[in-house]
């Protein structure tokens, strides 16, 4: 990791599920390290409330990141939590700060080229969370056994010389359903974004990143830190980036065996 963090007017992040195994909490630590901003938006699901109602799971890693974010605000940072549907019982405190961290329903953003951005967590959009949460809750348990095949799949994906690789994103992106699902999601939020006046929408939600424009729209997803581990940061010149961090990060593909070179590279 670098000994001095890149520097960045706003950084947003989502979906990390503190309170479940499948949180890539070591991870976002080590990119929390190497990346620090003026301002930080927290957009939904930081915390699974869901999963720590059913069964209590806080190892330190979890502990860590937060007392890593509460650091940033003693040092200057400003945090905007916008809270989603497993963390929706910070909800009943929006308008309110906890420890400098700001909880709010929604939040507008203004980027250094003068863009503005609606922020908000997507759960809202989402009709099976609005309309029949025991379904999604049993997607929620189904989702759980996919991230522990992925586990599995990734130990010996590190044996074979491979980068870190998540079978629930791989299954989103192949499966039809899940595809029209994620189109429409988009569709809606770039139409919310129109509804409020903003150039843009910044979300999260279905673990699923992306930067798209819908005539003269941008729609801005961070993804997720349990499957894919992006985020999104603002350059000072107002440039949104997505960033992929699996790629890159020294926790995911740790005791990761090198693969080796082509045959002809090693005959040459």
Known sequence: MNEQPARYRS???????LGTR???????LEFLHD????????????IDGWRLRSSWYWPQAHNDVIQKLLRKVRKGARIVYVPGNHDEFLREFCGLHFGGVE?????????????????????????????ARWLAFLGDWAYEIALALSTRINIVRRKLGFTYWSLSAWAKARVKNAVNFIGHFEE????????????????????????????????????????????????????MELIHWQAFSRVLNANRVPSKPPLWRRVA
């Open 103 to 131: 909880i709010s329903e929604t939040a507008i953003h203004e980027a250094a080229d003068g863009k503005r951005y609606l922020i908000i967590h997507g759960d809202i959009f989402d009709m099976v969370i609005r309309h």
């Open 188 to 239: 809606t939020l770039a139409t919310e974004a129109k509804r409020h006046g903003v150039d843009g929408v910044i979300c999260g939600h279905i673990h699923s990143a992306a930067m798209r424009d819908f005539d003269d729209f941008t729609y801005i997803n961070t993804g997720d830190w349990v499957e894919s581990c992006t985020a999104v940061v603002e350059h000072q010149d107002g440039r």
């Open 22 to 28: 499948g949180a890539q909490a070591e991870a976002l």
């Open 11 to 17: 950084l947003f992040i989502s979906d990390v599920h």
């Open 35 to 46: 990346h620090d901003a003026e301002t930080l938006y927290l957009v939904g699901d930081i």
